[in-house]
Structures are given as structure tokens and as C-alpha cells.
């Protein structure tokens, strides 16, 4: 179903076009993978000439585990200004920080007490990081979805786009919009996850999903020489153990990581290259590096450039939750007077939307 506030009207030629909202979101760790840009950011970037997106950096979701205090705040810009350096500049889309509208926690109540404690606890994510982190298995950590549901809904977004291991949040996202609706009012759309297109990249060890944490990554900020020193030793097919072996490109990590930086013919000559043992893994991993080199290099120079204008870099985050309040105060004036709430200092908000 489409709603209103969900769509931007743009008029363009004869008549007026139907924009979505796009909303995601992404953990403050102030470095990011591979992985991470290719299943996200990059997607991401595609999506901003086509739709009104708005897209978060989520600190309120980050210290639902440890974390070292003292460099969250540094790792807030520092996440930031990746996104603007991969492309997600102002003029096209809106990022900010979570913490800076905190609309979203207050949502994130509301849908507290709709959400049922066994759908949480069934999360997979939850169960994982509850494992990972024993001795502080908090209400935040399992509350962590419902916040992501508030993120979302909050801007009445209908297109999530996220990694494959998000897909259950979204479903948990819509479930909560459709209670919602049909015991309050009908406000919220009911927000579909978009996968992205790219392949799912493991870690350098060709089994785990890459994570900082597990130290099987490569960082989109990373030297040439540093890369070529995690991806040298990288796990290929574990069936070709000579140079003279056949590989199969479709059991290798690295040639999944290929298909994301690599352009077609290349790709195909690396494959049937491997599959007649006439390149070794070394060669098709000196092509990837290459062809990593070329993506990245012009990021890491914009990363750069942005550390000097962290002033603009501020400017450009303090506007946009500025913008995203105005929107996400809107939703809420709606909510509260949906669930019956006294509404009376909220009044003057009435006609924004
Ligand atoms: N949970 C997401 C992740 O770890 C991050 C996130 C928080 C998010 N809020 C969101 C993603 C809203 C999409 C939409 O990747």
C-alpha cells in the first residue's frame, strides 16, 4: 500500500512522478569492509538518483555491546565521512547521525509495547551476539530490532536496502508496522528489504561473513600493500592445492570477491583460467588486487580531503537531522494521537508532513 508522506512528488514533464523513501542504516565501527561496500554503500550510491534516501549512522545500535567510549564519537564521523566519500553527498541524499533525532528511540517505545518478548528473543542476530557477549546480554541488545523498526518507520521508508543477514530485522520491521496499523491507525507502510545485487562476500578465510571483529577483512580505506598482504593469503578453492590442480571458480571466495570488482571479459578469462589451471590463484589474486586498487584508491584520496573539512563534514550532518527531525517530529505527532495520547504541545507541528 502507498501513503502519502511516503513519497516525494516531483514534477517532471507532463506529469508528476512517485518517488519511495529509501531508509538504511549502518553501525559506527568508523572502518568499513569490503563487504560492507559492496553489499551496502555501493548499492546505496545506485539508489540515491532514483528514490529519496536517507541513510543513518547508527550509534544508538552500537553500544548495545562494550565499546570503547572514549572513540565513538570519532568513529561516528569517521563512519560519515566514509559515506560522503563513496558518494552519498548532500546534494543527493540525506546521512545523519541516529543520536541526533531522538524520535527514533522515542518510536522505538511505543513499538516496545506492541512487539511481542518471544519474536525478539527468536532473532537470530540476537541469539549470536548474546553468545558472542555472555556477561552483557542487555535489554538493548534484544531490543536492537525494534529499534531498527523505528528507524525505518519513523520516515515511513518503504525500501530497506540491506545484506542478506538483515532480512529477518526487515521482516520483524513490517510485522511491527502491521500491528500497528491495524490496532491503532493505518500510518506506516509496511517496508520491504532490497538485497543487494552483488554477491555475498565471506571473510579472507573463506568461511565466516567478514567482520572486523574476526579479523578476515579488508578495509575500503586499506594501502595497496596491506591488501595484497591479507589477500595473498586468502582461501581459494580448497580443492586446488597445486598450480596445476583445475579450480572451481564457483567453490572460491575470491573469485566471488572478483565478480564484484571486476569488469565482465575479464572475469570470464579469469574463470575459464582457473577452470584449466592456466592462471594459478596467485595470478587471478594479482588481477583482483588491480582491480580493487582502482575502486578504492579514489575513495581512500576523498577520505583524505574530507579529514581536512571536518567542518563541513559536521555542517553537512547537523542539516540533514535537521531535515529528518522535521519529518520524524511529524510522524510522531501522528502517532501519538493515533495510540490517544494528550497531544497538546505538539499542535503547532500539525501541518507539517
Ligand atoms: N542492523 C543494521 C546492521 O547491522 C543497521 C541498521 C540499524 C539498519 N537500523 C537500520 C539497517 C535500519 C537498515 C535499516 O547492518
Redesign the pocket.
Known sequence: MFFGVNFRVQKQGFGVVKVNRV?????PTGEIHIGNYVGAIREWVRLVDLYDCIY?V?DY?AITVEYPVEELAKRTIDTALILIACGLVPEKCKVFVQSAVPEHTELAWIFNCITPVGDLERMTQFKDKAKQHRKNVNMGLMD?PV??AA??LIYKAGI?P??E??VQ??ELSREIARKFNSRFKTIFPEPKALLSRAPRILGLDGKSKMSKTLNNYIGILEEEKSIWEKLKVAVTDTNRVRRYDKGNPHLCNVFTIHTAFTEDEVLMEIENGCKTASIGCIDCKKVLLEKMVRELVPIREKVEKLKGEIGYVKEVLHISAQRCREIARATMHEVREALGLLNLHFKDLQTLK
Do not use: K, M, N, W
Not at 531508509?23 to 553501525?27: A, P, R, V
Open positions: 531508509f538504511s542504516g549502518i553501525q543513518c547508527v545500535h536492537y529499534l531498527q528507524d525505518i530497506v540491506v545484506g543477514d538483515q530485522h526487515i
